[in-house]
């Protein structure tokens, strides 16, 4: 039975990941299908024509649309059109707001040349003694950075994202010296939010194979049964 189980255990670690990857691949593909599949012409469907459903067909042409309008977008014609569309969107009260805050969060986590989220830290928070992981957004500009000019330090801007869904958070203006700055890459830091530390920096980025499954699982259990 002990040894039922460790196999049991060895294949769920093995198995896990890969199911829920493949899940929400799937998940991901049948929401931009349904997006994506009502506005294309039944005719050019594989459905029409086909025995069966082409998974992921949707996502191919909105990959192939957005292509296409970056392409146009690049020359003379198609950022005039762009501009225009701009001007119109920018006397729109609500939707200039939302569309203006949008297009800077995209243009700056997207471009190449921005080092935005590319550095992750520590800093002490809730109190003293107690440290959390932030990732450093940049540093203070602006009407903040000359609100803060009487602190004669330089202040970076840091998201605090929470364990484990990373995608709220809080944002603070800190010191740069309150700041411990990290080798870890971006990646490894929200590993090690999302899995509420089991993930370190030092773990292996490879996918675990079944032979270091069955030695984790036979180690656990020999500490177990010590125990």
């Not at 909105?62 to 977008?73: H, P, S, V």
């Not at 707001?97 to 949008?102: I, S």
């Not at 929200?190 to 899995?195: E, G, I, N, P």
């Amino acid at each position: 039975m002990a040894r039922l189980r460790n196999y049991f255990l060895t294949g769920f670690i093995v198995c896990a990941p890969l199911a829920i990857t493949a899940w929400i691949t799937w998940s991901f593909m049948q929401w931009t299908d349904s997006w994506v599949k009502p506005y294309i012409p039944t005719r050019l469907l594989p459905d029409s024509y086909l025995p069966f459903a082409i998974p992921g067909f949707g996502l191919l042409v909105a990959l192939l649309i957005i292509t296409i309008i970056g392409a146009l977008t690049a020359n003379f014609i198609g950022r005039t059109i762009f501009g225009w569309g701009e001007n119109v969107l920018g006397r729109m009260p609500l939707v200039r707001t939302v569309y203006t805050a949008l297009k800077q969060i995209f243009e700056t986590v997207l471009a190449d040349r921005s080092s935005s989220f590319k550095t992750a830290g520590l800093m002490e928070y809730p109190r003293k003694g107690v440290w959390s992981i932030v990732l450093i957004a940049t540093t203070a500009k602006g009407e903040i950075a000359r609100t803060l000019s009487d602190q004669g330090e330089e202040m970076l801007a840091v998201f605090m994202p929470p364990t484990p869904n990373p995608t709220s958070g809080f944002l603070m203006f800190v010191p740069k010296e309150d700041v411990r700055i990290l080798n870890m890459s971006i990646e490894a830091a929200l590993k090690l939010v999302v899995s509420a530390g089991l993930v370190t920096a030092e773990d292996k980025e490879a996918p675990m194979t079944q032979a270091e499954a069955s030695r984790l699982v036979e180690g656990r259990s020999a500490r177990n049964a010590a125990e």
